[in-house]
């Protein structure tokens, strides 16, 4: 986000000189430049000129010496100094007394003082103190104080005038030095939008304000002298031997040499001072001036020491196994849709100097004794750049430029812009000949813009002279044709402008957005949400009803979470998709199950004071298609083939909306009746069946193995087809302790997890209304004892074949397992409500439905009545 200093802005366009920073933003944000800050002036208060007139040097027991300083600091600052407790040094006349513990100064010097009231940057407010034994009555400020940076001259010292940040300046005691060192400029930052990337210099920002507020505006770029030079300079070669989409790497590659740089030449102060407001940090004359040309017009530049490059300098794609260590000192291996600037040192393209458009090598970097320089003004393919720079994590300054659009008119002007500066500030010469390989594209089609289009779009009437005027303003060329028809050739600096629509959005932002009138439309009618929309949130609202929290969870993990999980290493959850840039290097992974971000939400709770969890989350889980299934990137000029289409909806990962609970601890808030039952494995089936039932399915559990859970207390969650088959969509119970340890969560921690989309799936799309009985219910218990591998919903079948209609409810409530049942064996005990819709059931029904139930039980499981 660009960082606008009001005096800069100043320079290009016609500000009032008392316009605030809130009003200039406000009149950017009428155009779509949003205010994302505003930065008022750094210093307050009474910043002045001083002159010290005696200096007196005093040792301290600490091995440190301070200066116990007389300074004059103007008739108006001095009447209020006296201090009879503790005099001033030397001979009494009318001044303050400071302590300083910097040593760069002498008597006689003019400084910059700080007077009580000065609130310096950081909001540090100044206030006459007692320290070393004196009353320090001030301030004698250093440039890291004011927000200058470090003194040129000395790091360690304070400001004076005429050296380091204040050279050419002097005055007089009690001068305003906040004036004086330009302290009082106020900055705007704006957030500029990908398709405004013009907005990134001072230049594209002062034509916005110009057509907000009508000022005038000046291009900075019309006024580089651009002599007549004629080309030989630094042999260049443009081979973009694997353009992406067809779109060469490199247009145009503008080289100009300067000779003869004074490499202890400074940058100048007010270039400095610009370059920090903005953002930037000053580094060295030549790469302040590249940096300072960047903000000003908008086209990166780079400076390569000439004394390191070897001729041709040459543009290419990177080869497999190449690598660079760039100016952030790190080395890359480099990928072949990287853009390289190379030389021929060992052999042509054999030395990498950088990743084009995003940032140089250390090989060729400018140093502290560069004289002779080599300048880089290039136009880089925006798609290149914006790959190269998210590979390689490596975002700059020239990348964000280049990455949304940069006129490709200016490399020429700015090449020259910047030899210029550095010849005017740093000596030296601008070699006779230039190079400029390749070129600017030739304007594009015009776009044909019906003059009632704009109405018909927005809904609000543009007069002729509103829609050709706006499109003038921008920089268009429009002519007229007889039908009635525009024809719009939009300016190079805006590459986002490329159908009609895009011209009609700018009539409607410089028209003003204000004039379109806010009316709501009127909803149609409709069916309300869908079938799944309701079943998804009937699910949720039961599993809340049941006293569970929802809650949400970011859907990345780490390797290590499928081992805590105890996963089996064939076990398809762990083939997790993988992101290219994750949001943190320690989870990469997209979870694939739900349990997987919920548990680790259930510890957290617990960590800060919870004593018991009951939380649930309705959210989706990722398979990865395999290694092998990376999606295409098709071109964004036009849509996609059907083919495309079909190959990226092919190695999109298998996705599916998940419904997981996690419950353990107390089941409710303890009371004077004592102790509540702590949530166990019955109560997750139970949560489960709830859910099912919302949505209106119903659940069939068989005992299984299936990781995170104890292998003897969970069980998979069915759903029957029309087929009479069943479907594993879910598995609920407790947690293996070794998962619960791991996650500290309480002893019995139990938790479920059901594939949403199946089970809305499975259930009817219509439920059919069951009749209000009005004939009493007989209630009859049956105790089967049966094989272990028995599942209790097989019994449940065959209670409800044998009995027939007359089986309203069955439900099973006992498991029993022991030597009274025999090895091998269990007892299941179900309870059953019997009732006729014929009338009431007399003893002799009740009975022979009891004898059905033993006999089909017997027949389909084997199972025997308890006695």
Known sequence: MPRIPLTWLAEHTGLPADVSALQVATDLSRIGLEEEAIFG????????????????????????????????????????????????????????????????????????????????PGDFAIAARKTYGHTSDGMICSGDELGLGPDPDDEDGIIVLGRGHAAGLTGEPGDDAIALLGLADEVVEINVTPDRGYCFSMRGVAREYSHATGAAFADPATSVRIPQVPAGGTAVRLRDQAPLQGAEGCSRFVALEVHGVDPAARTPRWMARRLTLAGMRPISLIVDVTNYVMLDLGQPLHAYDADQVVAPIVVRRAEPGET?????????????????????????????????????????????GTANIVLEAATFDPISVARSARRHRLPSEAS??????????LPLVAAHRAAQLIVEFGGGRIAASITDQGGAPAPAAPIELPLGDAERVVGIAYTPP????????????????????????????????????????????????????????????????????????????????????????????????????????TDARRDAVRLLNPLSDDEPLMRSSLLQTLLPIARRNLGRGEESVAIFQLGTTSLSRGEGSRAPVPAAAHRPTDAELDEILAALPLQTRSLAAVIGGASGPASWQGEVAPWGWADAFDLARRAAAAVGAQLEVRQCEHAPFHPGRAGELRVLADDGTS????????????????FSVPARTSALELDLEALIAAAPAVVAASPVPTYPVAKEDFAFVVDQGVPAAAVEAAIVVGIGDLAENVHLFDVFTGEQIGAGKKSLAFAVRLRSVEGTLTAEQIGAARQRCIAAVETAVGGVLRA
């Open 466 to 569: 509103q829609v050709r005027g706006s499109l003038e303003m921008i920089g268009c060329q429009v002519e007229d044709e007889a039908t009635g028809i525009l024809a719009v050739t939009p300016p190079s600096w805006r590459p986002d402008l490329t159908i009609r629509e895009d011209l009609i959005e700018e009539i409607a932002r410089l028209v003003g957005y204000e004039t379109i009138p806010s009316i709501l439309p009127t909803a149609p009618g409709g069916r309300g949400l869908t079938r799944a929309q309701r079943a998804r949130r009937d699910a949720n609202r039961a599993l809340a009803e049941a006293g569970l929290v929802e809650v949400t969870s970011y859907p990345f993990v780490g390797e290590g979470t499928f081992d805590a999980l105890r996963y089996e290493a």
């Open 41 to 120: 002036a750094q210093v307050t208060g009474p910043l002045v000129v001083g002159r010290v007139l005696e200096l007196v040097k005093e040792p301290q027991k600490n091995g440190k010496t301070i200066n116990w300083v007389r300074v004059d600091v103007g008739p108006e600052h001095n009447e209020d100094a006296d201090d009879p407790e503790d005099p001033r040094p030397g001979t009494e006349r009318p001044s303050r007394g400071i302590v300083c513990g910097a040593h760069n100064f002498v008597a006689g010097d003019l400084v910059v003082v700080s007077l009580p009231g000065t609130v310096l």
């Open 727 to 742: 479907t594993v969509i879910g598995h609920a119970g407790e947690l293996h302790p070794a998962v619960v340890a791991e």
């Open 400 to 409: 964000k430029r280049f990455e949304r659009g940069v006129d490709p008119q």
């Open 324 to 368: 660079l260590t760039t100016l952030d000192d790190v080395t890359r291996t480099l990928d072949p849709e990287d853009l390289l600037i190379t030389d021929s040192e060992g052999g042509e393209g054999a030395r990498i100097l950088g990743i084009a458009g995003v940032m140089g090598g250390e090989s060729t970097e400018v140093s502290a």
